[in-house]
T-cell receptor, first 114, second 114 residues
Framework: ETGVTQTPRHLVMGMTNKKSLKCEQH?????MYWYKQSAKKPLELMFV???????ENNSVPSRFSPECPNSSHLFLHLHTLQPEDSALYLC?????????????FGEGSWLTVV | AQSVTQPDIHITVSEGASLELRCNYS??????LFWYVQSPGQGLQLLLK??????LVQGIKGFEAEFKRSQSSFNLRKPSVHWSDAAEYFC????????????FGGGTRLMVKP
């Protein structure tokens, strides 16, 4: 148990579906992150939220839409995805967006787009 | 922009043998440096990090890493590997003015022979 919980752990969706990934952290942190881990590329930072404000969007396609309603919760809304979006999506959190803070990762949500 | 190279995609060592995993980075100044481990089906766990000071950093689970500025390297070592160390290991760097913006290497998968 890392203090960062992701649901669902596995998701299969069609290209026309709309689904969401959920992340909750129980660590009292103020910064949250979405990373994508696919088989053929290194871990990629997608989005950063600091005190509920998005501070980084790493050129992510608009079919991925993040939402951070409070410092403990982070969502990734998915719509009209492509098969190449199939990957492990990792949520993470840290005390805040400053240097020196350890980033804690969840166990990830495995997404398969069919 | 920073980048990270882990030259070895797979490494196999015998239990009890020593281990060294290589990591080279590219960055204009001294970055923040990290090693994470990912066991199958799990998220990433921080093993150790380097920000400044002593270039030999001790981490959890008996791991250590040495920062060598002249070689732009941050290699991970363990004197005696246990079967439970079998996992994927990721080196990461972050700019020293944005220590939460991690760039990951491609990972090294470690297998341990009995």
């Amino acid at each position: 148990e890392t203090g960062v919980t992701q649901t669902p752990r596995h998701l299969v969706m069609g290209m026309t579906n709309k689904k969401s990934l959920k992340c909750e952290q129980h660590l009292g942190h103020n910064a949250m992150y979405w990373y994508k881990q696919s088989a053929k590329k290194p871990l990629e930072l997608m989005f950063v939220y600091n005190f509920k404000e998005q501070t980084e969007n790493n050129s992510v396609p608009s079919r991925f839409s993040p939402e951070c309603p409070n410092s403990s919760h982070l969502f990734l809304h998915l719509h009209t995805l492509q098969p190449e979006d199939s990957a492990l999506y990792l949520c993470a959190s840290s005390q805040d967006g400053g240097a020196g803070n350890t980033i804690y990762f969840g166990e990830g949500s495995w997404l398969t787009v069919v | 922009a920073q980048s990270v190279t882990q030259p070895d995609i797979h490494i196999t060592v015998s239990e009890g043998a020593s281990l060294e995993l290589r990591c080279n980075y590219s960055y204009g100044a001294t970055p923040y440096l990290f090693w994470y481990v990912q066991s199958p089906g799990q998220g990433l766990q921080l093993l150790l990090k380097y920000f400044s000071g002593d270039t030999l950093v001790q981490g959890i689970k008996g791991f250590e890493a040495e920062f060598k500025r002249s070689q732009s390297s941050f290699n991970l070592r363990k004197p005696s590997v246990h079967w439970s160390d079998a996992a994927e290991y990721f080196c990461a760097v972050a700019p020293n003015n944005a220590g939460n913006m991690l760039t990951f290497g491609g990972g090294t998968r470690l297998m341990v022979k009995p």
